[in-house]
């Protein structure tokens, strides 16, 4: 099973920019999905940001024009930046992927944005 490991995350004021990191302890397919999801406090978690090779990446509504996902397949990492950041982005930050059929994780970035 893939291993990801995330970076990055905090405290931001409302406005600010944070950018979260992952990485995966082996090579990924460019056509397989990476991705962030997130999930708040009494929410269920929800999908932010995906990318994968062939097609332009999906955004919840809700982020687009605010986040950027990109990834690097060499060094096997995927980025969010977050710009213009709302208190209602606070939550905590996953990223996946599925490999092989099977889903990875990683631990979880709390980003908490303050109004």
């Known amino acids: 099973q893939v291993q990801l490991v995330q970076s990055g995350g905090g405290l931001v004021p409302a406005g600010g920019s944070l950018t979260l990191s992952c990485a995966a302890s082996?090579?990924?397919?460019?056509?397989?999905?990476m991705g962030w999801y997130r999930q708040a406090p009494g929410r269920q978690r929800e999908l932010v940001a995906r990318?994968?090779?062939?097609?332009?990446?999906d955004y919840l509504d809700s982020v687009y024009g605010r986040f950027t996902i990109s990834r690097d397949n060499a060094k096997k990492t995927v980025y969010l930046q977050m710009n213009r950041l709302e208190p209602d982005d606070t939550a905590v930050y996953y990223c996946?992927?599925?490999?092989?059929?099977?889903?990875?994780w990683g631990q979880g970035t709390q980003v908490t944005v303050s109004s």
């Open positions: 082996e090579t990924i397919f460019s056509s397989n999905w």
């Open positions: 996946h992927t599925r490999n092989g059929g099977i889903d990875s």
């Open positions: 990318i994968r090779s062939g097609r332009d990446p």
